[in-house]
């Protein structure tokens, strides 16, 4: 209402919106499978495929790329790539014709009880077609006009500089021609020209031991390697992108300004345009006279824009696991199958929708990865499960016919015979979580470690809050957990910088580099416990006909599971001392931080069935 009283234009149009894409999206392969039974004891499992995975095509050729290899038409590195333009092929990412994977797998029997099993594989993952997040992301804005407004320009100060009663700054279809300023400066993620297709590369050897008639014990090892796997929307140049000498220049001019001054968004002349007459028609912050100056230093000056992005193929994932598994087969009524597994995951993807084979993780994108060490960006992956133990069984009532309880009384047999009780449990310890925050002024906006404080709560601090309470941390730091969380996890065990300007105000430090990690093994949600069980029975019926009943109990323990991860959250930097809630300048300001809320997995939920 303020907005519309002031006479600013609110609304945003998404440029690109409005097309509709006809993709065309190829897969060929050519593969060869063979076995060989080298030997009475051994048998070896060769294999080759061949695949080739074209970058998709527009019918129109409405899309575009980024090619940080090209140089722009206007003489700066980087430039959108229009496919079928300036000679090009009309594939959205150059198509890679040397995806070759090979399979090995081999099985020997030691002896009459023992059989050893191993295999080594390449895996190329489905990179065109795996990806659906929206047309905008594969390069359409300039294919259908829209609005980009900025009501109170690049530098808000409170004062609009765009009003209703203005001309919209319309930013208008330009079409696919990388001559056109127009086509620059609108905010967009886009894929990388010379994407690359995810490959994994896996192998595995277990050890299986008959033991007995119907035991069956394995122990093993089983990895994963994946490479070139999709980051969405990562930041193609910030802060980091700027010479560090550069940067500490700047943070010696903001604390001399007693922090009022921040070189890196002060507005100076735009080098893309004239300082007088008539200005290049630029989109976005790219068509103003004035710039700040951190984008006249950034390696790709044209490739700007409050969502500009590019998705890349620099992810990489590993995994390697111990799997141990003892198994019954069935006989005699009774079946088991456990399975348990020790593993490590360790990645640095994120989430990328319907990725179709891509590790998904969480997402953790954007100024807390490092742009020049993606080394800096692995971390214990958010799907990562160190523990985890599944079960399952069958079990047949020993009632009935056939059975040594009642065999020959018709009431038992009527009543108890012929009934199958199944189910499967699982337990596994929680997943990790982002830190977040605490990193006013940073480069790289990671919070620091703050040594020798313990990641987590003193166990008599755990519990739940009513929003009301105090609680006074080991710090001597007192905060108010939101009303119906959980608290676990300790805020000061992370925080941010601050300097001491020359008349004395604390501010936060600026250009600084974070140097926690994204993730800690000790930071994780809840483990989890949950059985399932099922009863069934079937009786004949004339005809050959049979009639199933039976009843599924899910969670039957109605056992209370959190579903909710802890917060990660820090907050803001604390500037100010408050002696008495013991906040020191460079402590994140949330309540909330190691805390979860009362989101729970579904409770007992039995479904009675009958199928004829």
């Known amino acids: ?208 031991r008959a033991l007995g008639a119907r035991w069956m014990a394995s122990i093993g090892y089983s990895a994963s390697v994946s490479r070139n796997l999709h980051n969405r929307s990562f930041p193609i140049q910030n802060l980091q992108s700027i010479d560090p000498a550069i940067l500490a220049d700047w943070r010696n001019q903001f604390i001399a300004s007693n922090g009022t001054l921040n070189p890196a968004t002060q507005l100076v002349q735009n080098p893309l345009q004239p300082a007088t007459g008539p200005l290049v028609p630029f989109a976005g912050v790219l068509g103003q006279r004035t710039i700040p100056r951190q984008n006249t230093l950034f390696p790709y000056p044209l490739l700007v824009g409050s969502n500009a992005a590019v998705n890349l193929s620099q992810a990489t994932a590993d995994y390697h696991a111990m799997i141990l598994r003892v198994s019954r087969r069935y006989a005699n009524g009774t079946m088991l199958d456990a399975t348990y597994t020790w593993s490590k995951e360790i990645d640095n993807t994120d989430t990328v929708e319907d990725n179709q084979g891509f590790n998904a993780g969480a997402s953790a994108r954007g100024g807390n990865h490092s742009l020049s060490n993606f080394a800096l960006n692995r971390r214990l992956g958010y799907s990562d499960i160190p523990h985890r133990l599944v079960a399952t069984f069958l079990y047949e009532l020993p009632f009935g016919k056939g059975k040594p309880i009642g065999a020959s009384n018709r009431v038992v047999r009527a009543l108890l015979g012929g009934w199958q009780v199944s189910g499967s449990a699982i337990w596994q310890t929680g997943f990790p979580l982002a830190i977040t925050g605490a990193a006013d002024g940073a480069a790289l906006q990671r919070p620091d470690r703050v040594e020798g404080v313990d990641l987590g709560l003193p166990e008599n601090l755990w519990g739940w809050y009513d929003g009301n309470t105090r609680v006074t941390l080991p710090s001597g730091r007192i905060i108010t957990p939101p009303a119906r969380t959980y608290l676990k996890y300790n805020p000061d065990a992370f925080a941010g910088r601050v300097v001491t300007t020359p008349n004395g105000r604390i501010v936060a430090d600026q250009f600084w580099y974070g140097n926690a990690a994204i993730t800690y093994d000790e930071i994780r949600t809840d483990n989890r416990f949950n059985l399932d069980m099922s009863i069934r029975r079937e009786f004949a019926l004339p005809n050959a006909l049979r009639f199933e009943l039976g009843a599924d109990a899910m969670n039957i323990l109605n056992h209370t599971q959190f579903s909710g991860s802890y917060t990660g959250a820090l907050g803001g930097t604390v500037t100010t001392a408050n002696p008495t809630l013991g906040l020191v300048p460079g402590m994140g300001n949330s309540n909330s931080y190691g805390t979860r809320g009362m989101a729970t997995y579904n409770p007992r939920q039995i479904m009675l069935r009958a199928t004829l």
């Open 1 to 208: 209402a303020a907005a519309m009283l002031l006479g600013t234009g609110v609304w945003w149009i998404r440029p690109g919106a409005n097309v509709a894409p006809a993709f065309s999206q190829k897969y060929f392969a050519a593969y060869s499978q063979n076995d060989w039974r080298a030997t009475s004891r051994l048998t070896v499992n060769l294999g080759l495929r061949w695949e080739v995975q074209p970058g998709p095509t527009e019918r129109s050729n409405r899309m575009s790329s980024w090619d940080f290899t090209a140089q722009s038409a206007f003489g700066t590195a980087g430039a959108i790539a229009f496919p079928a333009a300036d000679g090009s092929t009309r594939n959205l990412w150059d198509t890679t014709y040397n995806n070759w994977g090979p399979r090995i797998g081999a099985a020997y029997q030691w002896n009459d009880r023992t059989v050893l099993r191993g295999g080594f594989g390449i895996t190329y993952l489905p990179t065109n077609t795996g990806y659906f997040s929206s047309p905008v992301d594969y390069g359409v804005a300039n294919f259908a006009g829209g609005v980009l407004q900025q009501a109170y320009g690049t530098s808000p100060a409170g004062v609009p500089v765009i009003r209703f009663s203005d001309p919209a700054p319309v930013s208008p279809a330009i079409g696919g021609n990388p001559e056109a300023p127009q086509v620059y400066g609108i905010g967009e993620a886009r894929f990388d020209r010379h994407l690359e297709n995810g490959q994994a590369r896996q192998w595995n050897f277990f050890i299986e």
